[in-house]
Structures are given as C-alpha cells and as structure tokens.
C-alpha cells in the first residue's frame, strides 16, 4: 500500500528563519508527487509537481526537492503569508489511491510569526 | 479563466437524509476526481471520472455513496443515508489527461455537517 509520512506536524518559525519540510514516501511505480498548499477552509492550492529523482523546482521563496525516497520543501525567509498547512502526495502506478487517485500526507502545519 | 467550482459551501443535514454536491471543473479538463478530508488529514481519494466514464473506485467509497459525470462536464456526488462520520470536507478536482499534466486543482470544498 502506497504511503506518505509528512514531518514535522507542526512548524513554528520567526520571520525570515529559512527551514525544510520533510515529506517520506513509499509506493509502487511513482508517477508523480505533488505539493500543495491549504489554508483554513480551503482548497488545496497546486505548487510543485516533480517526476523523477534530482528534480528540482522552485516558486518565490520555495523549492521543491525529490529524491527515490523523499521529498523537502525548502522555505527561505519566510513571511507570515506563507503561513499554511503543506500537503505532499503522491500519484503511483499501484494500488493504495487509485491508479490516477492521489495519496497524500497529512500535511505540515507552518505558522511564521511576525 | 475560472477554476473548479462546488455547490454547495456547506451543507448541514439531519443523520439519514440524502444529500447531493455538485463539481464544476476547469472547462478544458477531461479527468474529474472527488476527495474526502478530515479535520487533522490530508484529503483521501474517493473516485475519478475521465469524461463521463467513472475509472476508479476507493476501497473508502460505500454503498451508500453514488457519483455521475453524466455528459462529461459537470459531477454530482450523492450521499445517502447520511451518517455522523460522513461529516467531512468534501473535495473536487480536475485536470488534463496528458503524461505530463498530472497536477490536480482543487475546488475550494463543501463541508458536509450530519447531525
């Protein structure tokens, strides 16, 4: 069964105090991960997709990173409006999500205090 | 160009009626997913329509859950005899058919409260 493990749970920083989100992934075939971004009460928001190991990506003060094994989101000097819960997913050529359904991650709670 | 829409935001509803949630995708989009999310969780797939053809089917949809993608636009997601653990956001998504497109857009969710 296709997994994905998101850590930290929760991440407090200072304005402008750069860090990384983990996201571990096991699955069968990936086709695909993906980062999005989800405010209180809202839709997920598409940030990233990466397809194949040494990919990277970036937008602003984020970049994605993939390995065979995991993925990072990197935050540099972040603001508070980049407060948000990140979900990292996963689509796999297996069973688990679906053969096009999406696996995700609970999410990564990040709060940049002023 | 507008996004994925849902009807309704929310929806209250007493255990044991039926209720209905309709999705609007991207206009130029061929593959339409549903999602569930629970407070604390990442959202779990539910089922996905390519066109008007339903292709898969999660293990998490029961019986009593039903959708349509009757002409290949538009998708209704019914829920009958609602429980108190279907009370949930529930979440649309869209996108384009190719090996490259695999990005999903989400709709912003209909939070679903049975009492």
């Known amino acids: 069964e296709d997994q994905v493990t998101q850590s930290p749970e929760a991440l407090r920083l200072q304005e402008g105090e750069s860090s990384s989100l983990n996201c571990s992934y096991t699955v069968s075939g990936l086709r695909g991960l993906f980062w999005y971004r989800q405010d209180p009460g809202k839709g997920p928001e598409f940030l990233f997709t990466l397809y194949s190991a040494g990919e990277e990506k970036e937008k602003e003060r984020l970049k994605a990173t993939l390995t065979k094994k995991e993925s990072f989101l990197h935050i540099t000097a972040p603001k508070p409006e980049d407060s948000a819960t990140y979900l990292c997913a996963v689509q796999a050529g297996g069973s688990g999500g679906g053969a096009d359904g999406l696996t995700f991650g609970k999410g990564t709670h990040l709060i940049i205090q002023p | 160009d507008t996004g994925v829409s849902q009807d309704p935001r929310h929806k209250i509803t007493k255990r044991g009626q039926n209720v209905t949630f309709r999705c609007d995708p991207i206009s130029e989009h061929n593959r339409l997913y549903w999602y569930r999310q629970t407070l604390g969780q990442g959202p779990e797939f539910l089922t996905y329509f390519q066109n008007e053809a339903q292709l898969e089917k999660s293990r998490l949809l029961s019986d009593r859950f039903s959708a349509e993608r009757p002409k290949g636009s538009f998708s209704t997601l019914e829920i009958q005899r609602t429980e108190q653990g279907d009370s949930a956001m529930y979440l649309c998504?869209?996108?384009?058919?190719?090996?490259?497109?695999?990005?999903?857009?989400f709709g912003p969710g209909t939070r679903l409260t049975v009492l």
């Open positions: 998504a869209s996108r384009k058919s190719g090996p490259r497109d695999r990005e999903q857009f």
